[in-house]
């Protein structure tokens, strides 16, 4: 597992953002009820680690019914996640009523993942800035699923998140995979990835121009495409006929 270590976790959120934070709220690993209406249908997630995801929440359906939060500490390998977003690791830090306000994507890096940052993972919880910048950098608004949450957005901490992609080979900023992605929450779609990302070493922003440009390329895509659906109708050219 590779772990980003080229800068320092955390640049300073601002004091707006620490406003934010509410107090702590417990967590814990009950299985979702089963109780209730679901969606008229919820896709399977996708990844390589979802057979995993479904033997430890059987019930992972019912997660449709609960409000993000309340989804994340149903599944047990986002439990150092819940942890660093909701007062767990600090007091001071707890976005879950703001996400509970989405809709959001959401990254919740493995509790694999929080291990890999070693010593480093102590200096987050005592610097609360550090923290809330890291929560906020792995959310952004949405509720996309594995086939469309490609794309380079503004996360909810302010700088770029880049995800590449799609289906159940997902990248995140290039380095860190979706291991289970497309969990159904009541107002988010949660992926598990194997790296915590780190916001000052985020993919620098798109400009207006680079924004149009690949607005362009997808419709000059889009026409391509069209033009050989049409060309594969037409007869075949002869062998002096010159192609194009």
């Given at each position: 597992m590779?772990?980003?270590t080229t800068k320092a976790i955390g640049v300073a959120a601002g004091a707006a953002a620490i406003a934010l934070s509410l107090p702590f709220a417990g967590a814990g690993h009950a299985e979702p009820a089963n109780t209730g209406p679901l969606p008229a249908e919820i896709p399977d997630p996708q990844g390589p680690g979802c057979d995993a995801f479904k033997t430890a929440v059987p019930n992972w359906k019912y997660l449709s019914t609960l409000p993000v939060g309340t989804a994340l500490q149903k599944i047990p390998d986002a439990s150092t996640f819940y942890?660093?977003?909701?007062?767990g690791f600090n007091p001071e830090v707890n976005i879950v009523p703001v996400l509970e306000n989405g809709p959001y994507v959401v990254f919740a890096p493995t509790n694999e993942a929080f291990a890999e940052l070693g010593?480093?993972?102590?200096?987050?919880?005592?610097?609360?800035r550090a923290l809330m910048d890291l929560a906020y950098y792995h959310e952004f608004l949405g509720i996309l699923g594995p086939d469309d949450v490609k794309g380079q957005r503004p996360t909810q901490q302010g700088a770029d998140i880049k995800v590449t992609g799609s289906g159940g080979d997902i990248k995140v900023n290039d380095t860190a995979k979706v291991v289970c992605g497309g969990i159904w929450a009541k107002d988010?779609?949660?992926?598990?990835?194997?790296?915590?990302?780190d916001p000052?070493?985020?993919?620098k922003p798109l400009?207006?121009?680079?924004?149009?440009?690949?607005?362009?390329?997808?419709?000059?895509?889009?026409?391509?495409?069209?033009?050989?659906?049409?060309?594969?109708?037409?007869?075949i050219p002869a062998a002096d006929a010159p192609i194009g």
């Open positions: 590779r772990i980003r942890s660093a977003i909701s007062g010593p480093q993972l102590d200096a987050l919880k005592a610097d609360p988010a779609r949660i992926y598990l990835i194997d790296t915590v990302l000052s070493a985020a993919p400009s207006s121009s680079t924004s149009q440009a690949l607005a362009e390329n997808a419709s000059s895509s889009s026409a391509l495409a069209a033009e050989a659906e049409t060309d594969e109708e037409e007869p």
